[in-house]
Nanobody, 124 residues
Framework: QVHLVESGGGLVQAGGSLRLSCTAS????????MGWFRQTPEKEREFVAS????????DYADSVKGRFTISRDNARNTVYLQMDNLKPEDTAVYYC?????????????????WGQGTQVTVSS
């Protein structure tokens, strides 16, 4: 069982930056591949970024490539999402998720554990 808690959301102007954190309970965090997803009332939950257990392989949605960076600190049981050059279309509730697999996936259904979400609002 993994319990995830996100933090770091907030209101920022376009072009600004935020860093989201997701801290996991338990002692097996290093065995889980991690993902970040986001959702708005108008859209289904969509993939943002992931980082695998094996080799720390990173993957990004095309819409955030070059602006967002995912990283993890296994000693702190935490995964981060650094978001730079934010745009109004990045406004959403951001969720972190854990997948008990060595390889990360972009499909939400492949993740077993989810955080409660943190709101990110980007003003124009």
């Amino acid at each position: 069982q993994v319990h995830l808690v996100e933090s770091g959301g907030g209101l920022v102007q376009a072009g600004g930056s935020l860093r989201l954190s997701c801290t996991a309970s338990g002692r097996t965090f290093s065995r889980y591949s991690m993902g970040w997803f986001r959702q708005t009332p108008e859209k289904e939950r969509e993939f943002v970024a992931s980082i695998s257990v094996f080799r720390g392989t990173r993957d990004y949605a095309d819409s955030v490539k070059g602006r967002f960076t995912i990283s993890r600190d296994n000693a702190r049981n935490t995964v981060y999402l650094q978001m730079d050059n934010l745009k109004p279309e990045d406004t959403a509730v951001y969720y972190c998720a854990a997948q008990n697999s060595g390889s990360a996936d972009s499909r939400p259904n492949e993740y077993s554990y989810w955080g409660q979400g943190t709101q990110v609002t980007v003003s124009s």
